[in-house]
């Protein structure tokens, strides 16, 4: 990782050399700043092809990272220019790539970036919701590899994963993401902010409880911005009937900026009949006390109808909407406010109660992935998993054992409401069944045929603990033994009944793959595998 780094930092220093870099973007109050101070709207565009976002799962993982093709970005940059684009926001990006050429002709060309740290095969899925070691690997490669830049913006710790009020438990796992994403910006990257935000969809049910979360508590582990993805101004309309005057009030005392991270409703006549009135409006005096701009949805002309330009061969063609949006990115005019006569005012939201329409604790996240916590646990097991077991097998042993002993259950647990998490919640899938093998084993008093399983578990020659892992192992297992009180307590309450979605979780208490195997069947646990392990398990999704 440090050779990447210090590589990256060399060729933006390269680059800087070549052309004036842009001037780092910078967050104070609910406003974002031009680092000489001059306050920064995003005026900005979607640019993915066959985008598919994170929290949803498309069955497909393949990706195109659209800041690695360099003839991609040189077509269609002067399209971006001539839009008045400033930032564009990308949703998957390959840490793997070279990503020298598109963002100095972004650079050039006056445009930021703001980025999505997932990528269809591994993102925080709403049904199946995990922060562990492959997604927090994910999330740090993709900020080393655009932080060297100086016009990224920051990144989005997901989109729209809790989307209803069935699926507010994902959030937890989000804000986790957001914490320790921040914290490794802050001891990698210290010499410049980046920010990390989150794109959400807008429910009416979880709108407030939601937005709240996610800026409530310490700042450390709260967003920096909040996206709105925003399709309520379809064709004509005012500012109150779209409902963007009921955000404006929504939002006016929120602590960081809120923008919109997608609009562009293309109802009732398709996308080439957008007029872009809600640009004009985005931008005028009404909302920019509250509003940093915007992202219009999107580029690139596909299936679902929402392009500005089509991609014919190697050629860019404009549809019909790109000249009303030109135009409409051509006249506003929105007022400004300098960094130094800027004093913020508005503070942190209160952490929500738990309620009908939210289950996540306010004020307890998620453990931070530590792989070398997990390399010590697994390393200990007196019983665990059979070598060429694979992870097609693992739900039916998870099933078993966390019915048979909710307590060895504990260590991996995730409860979002009563905000219990075991110590091993963070471990990928093959070290989290490790781990349940051995605590049944033990509880079994040691029992032979307690590790079996018809093979599948082995007993393993116990190592002595390397002193390295001590500490680490003893402060899990301390953790672990609260979880299962807390697993034991809460089992007889019946407490999440209230909706069909929380009484089934509650029950099972290792909600990970408990929930894969006894609710949602065989596609969700080829989906549990696809997210925990970052296999190649679109096989068995096809
Ligand atoms: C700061 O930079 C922006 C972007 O380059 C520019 O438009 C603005 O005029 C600058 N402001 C000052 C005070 O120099
Ligand atoms: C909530 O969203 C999920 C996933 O998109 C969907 O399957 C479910 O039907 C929705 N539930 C409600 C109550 O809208
Ligand atoms: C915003 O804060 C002001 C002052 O604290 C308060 O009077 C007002 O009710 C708040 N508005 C919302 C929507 O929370
Ligand atoms: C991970 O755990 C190890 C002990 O196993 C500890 O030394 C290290 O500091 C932890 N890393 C992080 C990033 O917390």
């Given amino acids: 990782m440090h050779f990447t780094k210090k590589a990256a930092i060399a ?156 699926n507010t438990d994902a959030s937890a796992f989000v804000k986790a993401a957001v914490r320790d994403t921040k914290a490794h910006i802050k001891k990698n990257w210290p010499e410049r902010w980046l920010g990390v935000g989150y794109a959400t969809n807008d429910d009416a049910d979880i709108r407030d409880p939601m937005a709240a979360y996610f800026n409530c508590g310490d700042q450390e582990m709260a967003i920096d911005y909040w996206g709105y993805n925003i399709y309520s101004w379809c064709g004509e309309s005012t500012f109150e009937k779209s409902g963007y005057s009921t955000q404006v009030e929504n939002f006016r005392n929120y602590s960081v900026p809120v923008f919109f991270a997608e609009y562009g409703c293309n109802v009732p006549n398709g996308a080439a009949a957008r007029i872009w009135q809600e640009t004009g409006a985005l931008y005028s005096d009404k909302m920019t006390d509250v509003f940093s701009g915007g992202i219009v949805y999107m580029y690139f002309q596909e299936e679902n109808d929402y392009g500005i330009v089509k991609i014919n061969g190697n050629a860019a063609v404009t549809q019909k909407d790109f000249a009303p949006l030109a135009t409409a990115m051509a006249s506003i005019k929105p007022s400004s406010v300098a960094m130094d006569s800027y004093t913020p005012t508005n503070q942190p939201q209160a952490c929500p109660e738990i309620q009908k329409n939210w289950k996540v604790k306010g004020d307890s996240l998620p453990p931070t992935p530590n792989k070398s916590t997990c390399d010590c646990m697994f390393n200990s097991l007196s019983c665990a998993p059979a070598s060429d077991l694979t992870a097609r097998e693992y739900p039916e042993i998870f099933g078993f054992i966390c019915g048979a002993d909710k307590k060895a259950c504990a260590g991996i647990s995730a409860d979002t409401e009563s905000g219990v998490y075991g110590a091993y919640s963070m471990c990928n899938a093959k070290q989290k069944l490790g781990y349940v093998l051995d605590a049944y084993y033990k509880n079994q008093g040691n029992a032979k045929d307690a590790c079996d399983f018809k093979g599948k578990a082995v007993l393993a020659k116990s190592a002595s603990v390397p002193d390295n892992c001590k500490s680490a192992l003893a402060s899990a297992s301390s953790v672990n033994s609260i979880a299962a009180t807390a697993t034991s307590g809460s089992g007889t309450s019946g407490g999440g009944s209230g909706s069909g979605s929380g009484s089934g979780k509650k029950d099972n208490s290792a909600a990970g793959p408990m929930r894969s195997l006894f609710t949602l069947g065989d596609v969700a646990v080829g989906l549990y595998a696809l997210v925990a392990m970052g296999v190649g398990a679109g096989v068995v999704l096809l």
């Fill in 11 to 166: 060729s933006s220093l390269l680059l800087g050399q070549a052309s004036a870099a842009l001037q780092p973007i910078v967050m104070k109050g609910t406003k974002f700043f031009y680092s000489n101070g001059t306050q920064f709207y995003m005026n900005g565009i979607a640019y993915q092809q066959d985008s598919a976002a994170g929290g949803a799962s498309t069955g497909s993982t393949k990706y195109l990272d659209p800041l690695a093709d360099e003839k991609a970005c040189a077509r269609d940059v002067p399209f971006l220019k001539a839009l008045r684009t400033n930032t564009i926001r990308t949703y998957a990006i390959d840490p793997t790539q070279n990503h020298d050429a598109c963002m100095k002709l972004l650079d050039d060309a006056g445009i930021y970036v703001i980025s999505d740290l997932s990528e269809p095969a591994l993102s925080i899925n709403r049904d199946d919701p995990l922060w562990d070691v492959d997604l927090l690997d994910r999330y740090t490669k993709v900020v080393d590899a655009l932080a060297p830049y100086s016009n990224v913006i920051g990144f989005f710790a997901g989109n729209e994963v809790t989307n209803n009020a069935s």
